[in-house]
């Protein structure tokens, strides 16, 4: 069965860093898109970052734009959250999540409804 396992998350100082894990099983994990989304305390989800099959579509969130970067090791069935600058905003439970179209190719961020399987999400906390 398909199983998503986030990791790398915790607590850092405000201008820190941390690099998020998503372990992926379960499927064939070059073929689909993955995305990373986030929920702070009291507040929807938010899509935070898209990235497609083969890694050269990305998108992101304008609130992560220039901070955070969306990578994937199709020979590790891994994706991976590189989370700079962050922001006491940016604290929240980030889990990611799997496509549930074959090699998408046309792509509307933010659009949950297109993804099929999530995680369980690790917690970040950005505070001095």
């Known amino acids: 069965q398909v199983q998503l396992v986030e990791s790398g998350g915790g607590l850092v100082q405000p201008g820190g860093s941390l690099r998020l894990s998503c372990a992926a099983s379960?499927?064939?994990?070059?073929?689909?898109?993955m995305i990373w989304v986030r929920q702070a305390p009291g507040k929807g989800v938010e899509w935070v970052s898209t990235?497609?099959?083969?890694?050269?579509?990305?998108s992101y969130a304008d609130s992560v734009k220039g901070r955070f970067t969306i990578s994937r090791d199709n020979h590790n069935n891994t994706v991976y959250l590189q989370m700079n600058s962050l922001k006491p905003e940016d604290t929240a439970v980030y889990s990611c999540a799997k496509d549930r179209l074959f090699k998408r190719t046309s792509y509307n961020p933010g659009r949950l409804l297109d993804y099929d399987y999530w995680g369980q999400g690790t917690q970040v906390t950005v505070s001095s």
């Open positions: 379960g499927f064939t994990f070059s073929n689909y898109a």
């Open positions: 990235i497609s099959p083969g890694g050269a579509f990305t």
